[in-house]
């Protein structure tokens, strides 16, 4: 996505004209986010930095999606999920696991590591190489899995 700005003005836009009050609330939530960075640091953000405050916002949903379940509240991990699936819709998508998994083998291969001591060497290019299209706890796990697998 080229204009991640110009994205979220135009879902705001059709969120309004469609009276999708929802909708509205979020994509409004995500521009005040980046509203907030922009002031803080004085300057206007490019595509590539309001990418990063989506995705930001994304894992904090994911980490609130986690907690709620754990302590048994249904209801706000529901509300979660339906604010992270608007967030992730201006997002690019997310690479599975098996994706991870072969990017993951090619730098296991590159870097020559035999067992999770190597893991540090690992995650650096590796979280270069999937950075923005995958979340970096599913890469940790990835790791995790075929080094000690």
């Given at each position: 996505?080229?204009?991640p ?8 836009k ?23 960075v922009?002031?803080?640091?004085r ?9 990063a ?5 994304a ?5 609130s999606?986690?907690e709620a379940v ?21 997002l690019p998508?997310?690479?599975?696991y098996?994706?991870?998994?072969v ?22 290019p ?14 940790n ?7 000690n697998?």
């Amino acid at each position: 996505m080229d204009d991640p700005k110009g994205a979220l003005n135009a879902a705001l836009k059709a969120a309004m004209q469609a009276k999708d009050n929802a909708r509205r609330d979020v994509i409004r939530l995500l521009q005040s986010a980046v509203k907030q960075v922009e002031i803080d640091t004085r300057k206007e953000l490019s595509g590539e930095d309001v990418m990063a405050i989506l995705q930001k916002e994304a894992k904090k949903r994911r980490e609130s999606i986690d907690e709620a379940v754990k302590v048994g509240r249904a209801e706000i991990a529901e509300s979660e999920r339906a604010e992270l699936a608007i967030i992730e819709e201006f997002l690019p998508r997310q690479l599975s696991y098996d994706e991870v998994k072969v990017i993951a083998q090619e730098v296991i291969a590159q870097v020559g590591a035999t067992s999770s001591k190597d893991t540090p060497r690992i995650m650096g290019p590796l979280m270069a190489r999937v950075k923005g299209i995958a979340d970096g706890r599913m890469v940790n796990q990835v790791v995790k899995d075929l080094l000690n697998g």
